[in-house]
Nanobody, 127 residues
């Protein structure tokens, strides 16, 4: 398994931006597809974005499309989620996840595809 630590969450006004980071250790990150999920109070955890091992393929939830960008730096063992035009409904705990795969271009939208999870970072968007 790979150990993941998220950072970069915080309180931001609606319309603002944040960049979340996910630092990995214990394994070589470039063997893993990566994903971001979030869980709002009283709701189930949901998919936000995923990126392939190569970084060449990304997929987004409809709610994130056009506002969020997932990226990765395999040399730094870090994955990012840039969030722009934030809305109050984006308020949630954001989790980073890693899923081992032999495919360079596979992306994963299902929680069941992921092997390792971070502890989460809180994002709060005020109106």
């Amino acid at each position: 398994q790979v150990q993941l630590v998220e950072s970069g969450g915080g309180l931001v006004q609606a319309g603002g931006s944040l960049r979340l980071s996910c630092a990995a250790s214990g394994r070589i990150l470039n063997m893993y597809a990566m994903g971001w999920f979030r869980q709002a109070p009283g709701k189930e955890r949901e998919f936000v974005a995923t990126i392939s091992r190569s970084g060449g393929s990304q997929r987004y939830a409809d709610s994130a499309e056009g506002r969020f960008t997932i990226s990765r730096d395999n040399a730094q063992n870090t994955v990012y989620l840039r969030m722009n035009s934030l809305k109050p409904e984006d308020t949630a705990v954001y989790y980073c996840a890693a899923g081992f795969t032999f495919s360079l271009e596979a992306t994963m939208t299902s929680e069941r595809s992921y092997d390792s999870w971070g502890q989460g970072t809180q994002v709060t968007v005020s109106s």
